[in-house]
Structure formats: structure tokens, C-alpha cells
């Protein structure tokens, strides 16, 4: 056996070594350079046997007649760029004259079948140019974020989409969210992402915990205010509707709609203000919202009704007002009363991990797409922390955050513990941190034991 061939044999352990323990890094070495030769060497038997060619043009045959030469073949669409990146390659195609960006959507099974990736998306990037973002490996298996993301004020990084890109949370975009979950579906670690994604950023975190603040109240020195109960949720709730009548009456002092105003510098909401009168956005987040709208006396139901109308109330108007609302629950339906399907329709984002019931995925993708639904419900039990991801536009992602332990956020928020802005509309109800507590030291020192 030549050197040449053990070098070769050793290198192939290597590759079957490293693609079975360490896919991402046999992605790196070996897989972009493979997977790139197998799409450009079988793209247009591929693409043929995919449906997706046209016929030659008239005047291409007719020149072909009149040559006497052989009939021209089908046109595939035409490669304008092929990417790889550290998860897959990303793949854009100009479609010919007749075809249409659904008919690549149909086919991206058999186009995952027949380039042997893991997984292809598409979308239509502009007219007649598609995307195909095509991954090499399970990324959802073990998420690993990459180190630089596009993180932008108000916007935060919190998962990994199965095409490789990062899943962010833009509250700017997107105001208000919906994240729904069963117990053990990785509901509460997606919250920690986004807590410690918030962390570093100014802006002011309220939490609502009914569940005796076991969720939220490890990360308190970085909330600006805290809620354990729903009788001082609802305090709080009102508090926050304050909040935004003073933010509102702040725009309206600054609006500047003089002639001599240019119309981009007119002020709507709080971020067309100048920086140094601008308020600190808010961000609620509410651990168990089934909490808030169950009762079982009549003092309890307008209580409720209390809480329920100023949730309403803040996901109406508080966009404007530098307000988000992050509602979580196990379960989130018609039967918490009035009120709550209003909530919804104001809730742009849905997110939901496994459930126990179809019915809870209706509630969340039901009106946005059918395909969401039959998603969330197909969840195993044991991909803890895998979530379908969309919005109102009908678009849907599946997603997993990164596993983040209470201990890593709490330490976080420990870090940034000196960005919590002190609002004195939410100062009663800022929670009472207490500095941890000394090791202890022995008075009197043991004398060793001699023999």
C-alpha cells in the first residue's frame, strides 16, 4: 500500500469521523466543496427532471429549421450566483419567460432529493430571481449561533431557522408577539434567549409572573418592575397605560408640524423624537397569560376583565409609545373569556412549540396559514425547544433557540444590571434585589490534629 493510499484512506476516516460526531466542521472542510460540484454537475438534468425547464423559443427552432441543424433543448433557469455558507449554499436562479416562482416552492422536496442536502427553502427575492437556500446538515439538532449577527436597536437574535439564517426578534417590525408552548417544549428557554438578548440594550423589561415569580424573578436586577400575582398585574397593567398616556402627550408637545418642518422630521411616535427627549421603550413580558384571565368569583372576573381590557389597550396603542407586549402561555383560546381573541388579532408575531392540542395551533396559525398549523402539531416530543415561527404575512419558519440555562441569563442580567432605567410611574413595583450573600469565615481557626 502506497503512501498515497493511506493518505487517502486517513482522510476519509477523517471525513466519516467528523461528518458523523462534528457535521458543522465536516461541512466546513469537506461537504461546501463536494455539495457545490454536485449542483453545478447535475443542475440542469436536475432541473429537467424537476419540471422546471421551458421549451426553446420560436424563432431558436425556426433558426434551427432553417440551418437544418438539431432541435434546440429545454432552457433551464439560468445560475446567477451559487454561495456557500458555514450551514449550506444559497443558490439564485433567473426564471425564464412562463415560469413562476411557485413551481421552485413545489419542487423543493424533490430538489433536496436529488442535490442530496439536507434541506432546500426557496423564496422570490424580486421579480423572476428566486432564492434557494439549501442546508447541508440537521442545524437544528445542536443550534449553534454564529458569532456575528445583524443585531440592530430593538432587534435581537434569538434562534436558528432550519435554512441556517438567524431568526430575530424585531420589535420595531414587529410589535407585539404570541409564543405558545406545552409544558417541557422549550417555552421558557426561548423566553431566557430573548431576556438575555434585551439584556444589553436600553430598554426597560416588565415582567408579570403569576406563577410566584419562579420564571422571572431569578433575572429581577435587570426589570425595571415586577409582578408575582394578578392583583398587582393589574396594578401594574394600569400603571403602564399611564405610562403611555404621558408618552403620548410627550409626542404631541414635540410633534413639530410647523410649515418650516420638513414632512420626515414630523413626529408620530418616539422614535422621530430627538434622541435626548426620547423615552425608554418598554418591553412586557407575560409568562402565563391563562392566569390573568381565569377566575372563579365575581371579584376575580373584574379583575380580570381589568386586565384583560388594559392588555388590550397596551397592544392597540402602545406601539407609538415605545410599548411591546410578549405574551407566553401553555394555552390560548376563546375560552379565557371576552376579550382574548381581540388580544390576538393585535398579536403580529406567533410563535409555537409542541402542543398538546391542534386546536392550540389553530389558535396561533389558524389565521395566518394552514401549513403553520399541521407544522406545530407534528413537533416531536423529544426536540425540545423546536418551534414554528410566523406572522401575519403567512410566511413560517421552523426555529430552535439556543439552550441558554437560568444560570447563564441570570449572570446576563447580572452584567447589565446597570442599564434597568428607573421610570417613576413603574417604581412601586420594582423588585427588592438583595445583595448576595458573604461567604462565611470561620471565627477561630482549627488547630491541625497531631499524633
Not at 441556517?164 to 434567549?193: F, I, M, W
Not at 422630521?265 to 430627538?274: C, N, S
Not at 384583560?308 to 409609545?321: D, E, K, P
Not at 403580529?348 to 392550540?360: F, I, L, W
Request: contains cysteine; proline residues 7%; hydrophobic residues 45%.
Amino acid at each position: 500500500m502506497t503512501a498515497f493510499t493511506v493518505a487517502l484512506v486517513l482522510v476519509a476516516a477523517a471525513a466519516g469521523l467528523l461528518r458523523w460526531r462534528r457535521p458543522a466542521w465536516y461541512w466546513l472542510t469537506f461537504g461546501v466543496t463536494l455539495a457545490a460540484l454536485r449542483v453545478l454537475i447535475r443542475y440542469a438534468s436536475v432541473m429537467d427532471a424537476c419540471g422546471l425547464t421551458v421549451p426553446p423559443s420560436r424563432w431558436r427552432l425556426a433558426l434551427a429549421r432553417i440551418t437544418d441543424r438539431p432541435a434546440p433543448e429545454s432552457r433551464v433557469p439560468r445560475i446567477l450566483r451559487l454561495r456557500p455558507t458555514r450551514t449550506g449554499l444559497v443558490l439564485r436562479v433567473k426564471l425564464r419567460p412562463g415560469q413562476d416562482a411557485f413551481d421552485v416552492a413545489a419542487a423543493s422536496d424533490r430538489l433536496r432529493h436529488s442535490f442530496s442536502m439536507y434541506g432546500v427553502t426557496s423564496r422570490e427575492v424580486r421579480s423572476g430571481v428566486v432564492e434557494l437556500r439549501m442546508t447541508g446538515y440537521d442545524v437544528l439538532k445542536r443550534v449553534q449561533m454564529p458569532a456575528k449577527t445583524d443585531a440592530r436597536p430593538m432587534r435581537v437574535p434569538v434562534a436558528l431557522r432550519e435554512d441556517g439564517s438567524v431568526h430575530y426578534r424585531d420589535y420595531r417590525a414587529v410589535p407585539h408577539a404570541l409564543t405558545l408552548g406545552a409544558t417541557e417544549s422549550g417555552k421558557s428557554v426561548y423566553q431566557r434567549n430573548l431576556v438575555a438578548g434585551l439584556a444589553p440594550l436600553d430598554v426597560a423589561l416588565v415582567g408579570i409572573d403569576c406563577k410566584q415569580g419562579v420564571e422571572l424573578f431569578p433575572l429581577a436586577r435587570r426589570f425595571s418592575a415586577l409582578a408575582d400575582n394578578p392583583d398587582t398585574a393589574a396594578e401594574l397593567l394600569d400603571a403602564l397605560v399611564d405610562h403611555m398616556q404621558g408618552v403620548y402627550q410627550l409626542i404631541r408637545a414635540e410633534q413639530r408640524i410647523s410649515v418650516a418642518v420638513p414632512d420626515a422630521d414630523i413626529a408620530a411616535d418616539i422614535w422621530d423624537l430627538p434622541e435626548e427627549l426620547r423615552p425608554v421603550p418598554v418591553v412586557v413580558l407575560v409568562d402565563e397569560v391563562a392566569e390573568l384571565a381565569l377566575f372563579a368569583n365575581k371579584e376575580e372576573e373584574k379583575r380580570r376583565d381589568r386586565i384583560i381590557t388594559a392588555l388590550v389597550r397596551l397592544a392597540q396603542l402602545g406601539r407609538a409609545a415605545g410599548i411591546y407586549l410578549e405574551v407566553c402561555g401553555q394555552r390560548f383560546g376563546s375560552e379565557l373569556g371576552k376579550g382574548i381573541t381581540m388580544l390576538r388579532a393585535q398579536l403580529t408575531g406567533r410563535t409555537a412549540h409542541r402542543v398538546n392540542d391542534e386546536t392550540s395551533a389553530n389558535m396561533a396559525f389558524g389565521d395566518i396559514s394552514p401549513d403553520a398549523v399541521l407544522a406545530a402539531i407534528q413537533i416531536p416530543a423529544e426536540l425540545r425547544g423546536v418551534a414554528i415561527a410566523g406572522d401575519s404575512t403567512g410566511g413560517w419558519h421552523r426555529i430552535r433557540a439556543p439552550h441558554t440555562s437560568l444560570r447563564q441569563a441570570v449572570n446576563v442580567c447580572n452584567k447589565h444590571a446597570s442599564r434597568t432605567p428607573a421610570l417613576p410611574v413603574l417604581e412601586p413595583f420594582r423588585p427588592a434585589v438583595t445583595a448576595p450573600p458573604a461567604p462565611r469565615v470561620p471565627l477561630s481557626k482549627t488547630a491541625p490534629v497531631t499524633a
